[in-house]
């Protein structure tokens, strides 16, 4: 095992304008590699799967680096020509590499404490060799037989642990769970609100159904203006 520092810059699924540099720990050293996922704290509570970018041993100078909580990846996921492709597509459409990232992959590889996950529909526990899965691995797959979707954040609580995105990650490459990213869309249409005479008081004479019954109107008004005025006054309106 190689004893010499590593850092390794990472694209976080963010819309952020750069790219992060973190530390590795000594113990894996073998394992980063460009184009693997490595699980990453960004600000205080937040965890992501980042693409590694580049490794290398220079330290940041104006920032103390964190560690990388661990690696997701056995083999890289993505080449180091798409991330070439990658970065130009961040200069020509002047977003960040981070945004061009959660263009580029699908969202099972993108594990976020901000995601979701799901029983596949094609896994089937029972008929699965139960001794292929850890104690951790249990306890999310029973927590998902009584819930339809459970976020990283509840499965962080039912494992008591705040890293368990490589937990995650493996359920996933047994075929056991699916990721997405629920989708809420922020879009409200502006709502207009109209009235419209009712129907009963329309001349059922007239086919288009357009013209006012004035006698049946002129009961109603007769009525409203003895013990409702104000809706008697808002009727007229209505009618003028």
């Not at 004893?3 to 952020?16: E, K, S």
């Not at 699980?39 to 330290?59: E, M, P």
């Not at 070439?84 to 590499?97: E, K, L, N, Q, V």
């Amino acid at each position: 095992m190689s004893r010499t520092t590593l850092f390794v810059d990472v694209i976080v699924p963010l819309a952020v304008p750069q790219k992060y540099t973190y530390r590795v720990p000594v113990e894996l050293n073998d394992e980063v590699d460009l184009g693997k996922r490595v699980l990453v704290q960004f600000g205080k509570s937040k965890f992501y799967s980042a693409i590694v970018s580049k490794v290398h041993d220079k330290a940041p100078s104006d920032y103390v680096a964190k560690y990388i909580d661990s690696v997701i990846d056995d083999k890289p996921i993505v080449l180091e020509k798409q991330l070439t492709f990658w970065d130009w597509m961040a200069y020509y459409y002047m977003c960040g590499p981070g945004e061009v990232m959660n263009a580029a992959l699908p969202s099972a590889l993108k594990l976020s404490s901000v995601a979701n996950i799901q029983l596949n529909p094609e896994f089937n526990f029972e008929e699965s060799d139960h001794s292929a899965f850890s104690d951790k691995e249990h306890l999310i797959i029973d927590a998902l037989h009584h819930n339809d979707t459970l976020s990283f954040e509840d499965v962080s609580k039912i494992l008591k642990l705040n890293s368990i995105h490589k937990t995650v990650n493996d359920l996933i490459k047994k075929g056991a769970i699916l990721v997405y990213e629920e989708v809420k869309d922020k879009y409200k249409p502006k709502l207009v609100s109209f009235v419209k005479l009712n129907s009963e008081y329309l001349n059922s004479e007239h086919s288009n159904g357009e013209v006012k019954d004035e006698m049946k109107l002129k009961e109603l008004l007769d009525k409203l203006e003895k013990k409702a005025f104000k809706q008697a006054e808002a009727l007229l309106c209505f009618c003028i």
